[in-house]
């Protein structure tokens, strides 16, 4: 079962508002919220930004009819997937991450890779359950405090 569609500009509300209450909970060692609070213009408009740019597709999950998180890939690049904290330990991140492995592979992808913070432990649990190997390769976020990022791989 598809439980992904294309991302329309329309929807970037919606996906800002599943995005934010999980970024808050689940990265608050990342992002301590009484200093680097979720910035919803700057995510609104990336989200923007990257609808538009080549090579890029963004999906919305869905539950029903209604928005329950977000995927975007770009080439070989999980670049960003959540889900709305009420469906977390439904099975329904695990549904939307395995639709998003069958887009790559759709495209010929063999090896996939992605970002994940190092303080998301949450994130980085998840990824490893389904798969997905540390690489060692590390980078820093473009959003204050710049916090660090961890390279994950797995073929697919």
Request: net charge neutral.
């Amino acid at each position: 079962m598809t439980i992904l569609r294309m991302m329309t500009a329309a929807d970037v509300p919606g996906v800002v508002a599943v995005q934010e209450p999980g970024a808050v909970l689940g990265l608050a060692d990342v992002f301590p919220q009484d200093q680097h609070p979720f910035p919803r213009e700057a995510i609104a408009d990336r989200w923007l930004r990257e609808l538009d740019l080549l090579g890029t597709d963004c999906f919305v999950v869905l539950h029903g009819d209604a928005v329950a998180g977000f995927a975007a890939i770009r080439g070989d690049e999980f670049l960003h997937f959540g889900i709305a904290v009420e469906h977390w330990g439904t099975g329904l991140a695990a549904l939307a991450h395995d639709d998003v492995l069958d887009r790559l592979r759709e495209r010929g992808i063999t090896r996939a890779r992605l970002r994940v913070f190092t303080g998301n432990g949450r994130g980085r649990r998840f990824y490893e359950k389904h798969g997905w190997q540390p690489t060692g390769e590390r980078s820093r976020s473009s959003f204050l405090p710049c916090p660090e990022l961890l390279g994950y791989a797995r073929r697919l």
